[in-house]
């Protein structure tokens, strides 16, 4: 069997190397050229993702990576794993679905199957995509082609999740569609979970992420509630989460970060006004998630204050610019909001992250494009007069830290099990 997967990003590019390991010969295709040579050179640009791998699969000729849309007419299968954005009125940004059903259209197989990936609202897979792919292609789906919607479960760097391991739920435009998806997973992963309809399965990837906001945005209300009545947030959780069933735990922070949490719930609060309906608890959990940084920069002005100093001319290190430990994504980081605010209170900002070493530009915040990471040593990090951890990278050496900075403010409970001085910590 040969497929295609359309967009070798975080999300395209593991489910690529899966079908290949599971003796699917895989075409990647990206419209990044950049990202296509890499790939055919065996080189790796997702830190989690083994070059190794890549070579191997690419010696066994099991994966090769192009631009050409045209080689769509050679596969089977065709998985689309493109961007889904917010616009800049924070409005579903469908362009770059839309923009891959004109590209793979004209040259789509009879009877192939083609299913999206991409988080998007119910609805997106057999209005808005199938019309594209029907008019472009002049064939119908569910008849001459298949058409599911089978969305991702990425959870990066944790070690002890793989995309075989992770239940992939599907589902289909028509019987005949969900038959081919669950055929064309059950290849490479090893629990299909079949639903009744693409909408379903759409709505159920939004329920995941909504989940998610809501119970974030719930610990990170309760952080602040409890620390007004002295009463530390971690330890709270710590204790509840021993209970052995009806709770799980979620962790306060500086706000979110990632292409997904952040952005995902606002498709259906887009799509739900369709319908005359609200999602009260989706603006709800935006509205005290996106408070956070600010939340948070008020205990860096804080902490200098205590130490007489002005947050204007005062050197902040932000430890950690991606969006959560151990990864080198960096997309929507609340680091960078915080680096901001800091910056506009007149603070001389650095950062440091070992995942990060360069900032790339970003549309959201140029300003930033080319920054190094400082390096790590005693006579760099002791300069500064104040730490902040906005993520805390395991790879950190938090014992120095605690014994270097002098004054460090903490959104990650990083230093709990650290021997230092009470005064020099400032939870946040
Ligand atoms: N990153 C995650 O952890 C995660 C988890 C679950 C779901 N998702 C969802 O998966 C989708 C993809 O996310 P991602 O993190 O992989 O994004 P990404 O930005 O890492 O990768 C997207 C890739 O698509 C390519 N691309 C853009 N337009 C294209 C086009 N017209 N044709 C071909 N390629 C094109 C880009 O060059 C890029 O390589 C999004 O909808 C996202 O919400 C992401």
């Not at 009260?280 to 804080?302: K, Q």
């Not at 494009?369 to 005693?378: A, H, L, M, N, Y």
């Amino acid at each position: 069997m040969k497929i295609a997967v359309v967009g070798l990003g975080y999300v395209g590019l593991p489910l690529a190397l899966q079908f290949a390991r599971s003796c699917v010969d895989v075409l990647g295709i990206d419209v990044d050229a950049r990202k296509v040579q890499l790939l055919n050179n065996g080189q790796s640009y997702i830190k989690h993702i083994e070059e190794l791998v890549i070579a191997e699969l690419l010696r066994t000729r099991k994966f090769s990576a192009s631009t050409d849309f045209s080689l769509i007419k050679e596969v089977e299968a065709v998985i689309i794993c493109v961007p889904t954005p917010l616009n800049k009125n924070r409005e579903p940004d469908l362009s770059f679905i839309m923009q891959t059903g004109r590209s793979i259209a004209p040259h789509l197989a009879k009877k192939a199957l083609v299913v999206l990936e991409s988080t998007t609202y119910p609805g997106t897979t057999d209005e808005e995509l199938r019309v594209v792919l029907e008019e472009e292609s002049r064939m119908k789906a569910g008849v001459d082609f298949h058409l599911a919607f089978s969305p991702e479960r990425e959870d990066p760097a944790n070690q002890q999740s793989n995309v075989k391991r992770i239940p992939k739920v599907v589902g289909g435009y028509t019987p005949a569609c969900l038959k081919h998806a669950i055929a064309l997973y059950s290849r490479a992963v090893e629990t299909v979970v079949p639903v009744s309809s693409c909408r379903v399965a759409e709505a159920s990837k939004l329920l995941e992420n909504i989940f998610r906001s809501v119970n974030i945005a719930l610990v990170n209300e309760l952080k602040i509630v409890y620390d007004a009545m002295g009463i530390d947030i971690w330890e709270v959780i710590h204790a509840a989460k021993t209970k052995p069933f009806g709770f799980m735990p979620f962790y306060p922070g500086p706000g979110l970060g990632g292409h997904c949490i952040p952005i995902d719930p606002f498709y259906l609060t887009w799509k739900a006004r369709e319908y005359g309906k609200h999602t009260r608890f989706i603006e709800l959990a935006g509205e005290i998630n996106t408070a956070m940084p600010e939340h948070v920069v008020h205990r860096v002005v804080d902490a200098l204050n205590a130490r007489n100093k002005p947050v204007s001319r005062s050197r902040v290190l932000i430890l950690g610019l991606a969006y959560k430990p151990n990864v080198d994504d960096e997309r929507e980081s609340p680091s960078y909001v915080l680096m901001n605010f800091l910056a506009e209170r007149g603070a001389e900002v650095a950062y440091y992250d070992p995942y990060v070493p360069v900032i790339k530009p970003t549309r959201a915040h140029p300003q930033f494009t080319g920054r190094k990471s400082v390096e790590w040593d005693r006579a760099t990090i002791e300069n500064f007069d104040v730490v902040l951890i906005a993520t805390n990278h395991s790879s950190v050496n938090y014992h120095e830290l605690g014994d270097w900075a002098r004054c460090i403010v903490d959104t990650r409970n990083a230093m709990a099990g650290v021997q230092v001085v009470s005064e020099k910590i400032w939870k946040a």
